[in-house]
């Protein structure tokens, strides 16, 4: 641990959180998913096992995919941190992944539901035309004990066409 870190003692910390700077305390041991629910209000982030297997936890560090239970609070410091709540337009208007999980029905209980569509929204991003199975390898990463994954692998896929589609909409840079 860096000797300005000192254990039991609380340090500031400035991040941007879904594009908001924001700051607050945490001791040097504290979760980052601990961290962003408790310190700064974005419950969105869950947290399941605290050991990373579930998926619950996760968001975008600086744009990738991250499980924040497995992260210090004091490691965000000074970068960006993207949590389901940003997902949605400024006017609520709901993201293609999670238009496309609504009409898919692709969660129910909803528990791991933000942690699947952090990970979709930056692995999407980097993957413009999935396979369903190259969907399924993703999803292995994330536990679901309600939908039986039919639905979320459906989603994904919706998804991924339209933001492709999006994609051939924009004009490219020249």
């Not at 997902?87 to 699947?116: E, K, M, V, W, Y």
Request: proline share 3%; with cysteine.
């Amino acid at each position: 641990m860096p000797a300005r870190l000192k254990a039991g003692k609380r340090h500031r910390l400035r991040l941007t959180l879904n594009g908001r700077e924001v700051a607050g305390e945490a001791e040097p041991r504290l979760l980052l998913s601990d961290f962003l629910r408790h310190a700064l209000g974005a419950t969105g982030t869950h947290v399941g096992c605290e050991h990373g297997v579930c998926g619950a936890c996760t968001v975008r560090l600086d744009g990738l995919a991250v499980r924040s239970c497995l992260m210090l609070a004091v490691q965000a410091e000074g970068r960006r941190v993207d949590t389901v709540e940003s997902l949605a337009g400024a006017d609520g208007a709901l993201s293609a992944l999670q238009r496309a999980f609504r009409r898919h029905h692709a969660l129910q209980c909803g528990f791991c539901t933000p942690g699947i569509l952090m990970s979709l929204s930056d692995w999407l991003a980097r993957t413009p035309n999935p396979s369903e199975q190259a969907v399924r390898e993703m999803l292995s990463g994330h536990l679901c004990r309600c939908t039986g994954y039919a639905g979320i692998v459906r989603a994904a896929l919706e998804a991924a066409a339209e933001i492709a589609e999006d994609r051939e909409k924009a004009p490219h840079d020249v």
